[in-house]
Nanobody
Framework: QVQLVESGGGLVQAGGSLRLSCTAS????????MGWFRQAPGKERDNVAA????????YYVDSVKGRFTISRDNAKNTVYLQMNSLNPEDTAVYYC??????????????????WGQGTQVTVSS
């Protein structure tokens, strides 16, 4: 069982940066692919980025490539999402999610077994 807690959300002006953090419980973190999803009102919850259990592979949705960076520190049971050059279209609730141990990169909601409660990111124009 994995418990996930997100932090780092808030209000930022367009062009600014935020770093989201997600802390996970248990030793299984180091063997789990992690993903960041986001959901705006009236829209689907979509994958933003993912990183496999070893950190050797990453995935980014086209709209954030070159602006967002996902990373992990297994010693701290933490995955990060560094968000640069933010724009109002990035406004959403951001969720941290984990796959079951040793499952590879994936970007669908049903591919992830564990979810955090989300953190709000608001980008002003």
């Amino acid at each position: 069982q994995v418990q996930l807690v997100e932090s780092g959300g808030g209000l930022v002006q367009a062009g600014g940066s935020l770093r989201l953090s997600c802390t996970a419980s248990g030793r299984s973190f180091s063997s789990s692919t992690m993903g960041w999803f986001r959901q705006a009102p009236g829209k689907e919850r979509d994958n933003v980025a993912a990183i496999n259990w070893s950190g050797s592979s990453t995935y980014y949705v086209d709209s954030v490539k070159g602006r967002f960076t996902i990373s992990r520190d297994n010693a701290k049971n933490t995955v990060y999402l560094q968000m640069n050059s933010l724009n109002p279209e990035d406004t959403a609730v951001y969720y941290c999610a984990a796959r079951k141990a040793y499952y590879g990169l994936a970007y669908g909601i049903r591919d992830y077994a564990y979810w955090g409660q989300g953190t709000q990111v608001t980008v002003s124009s």
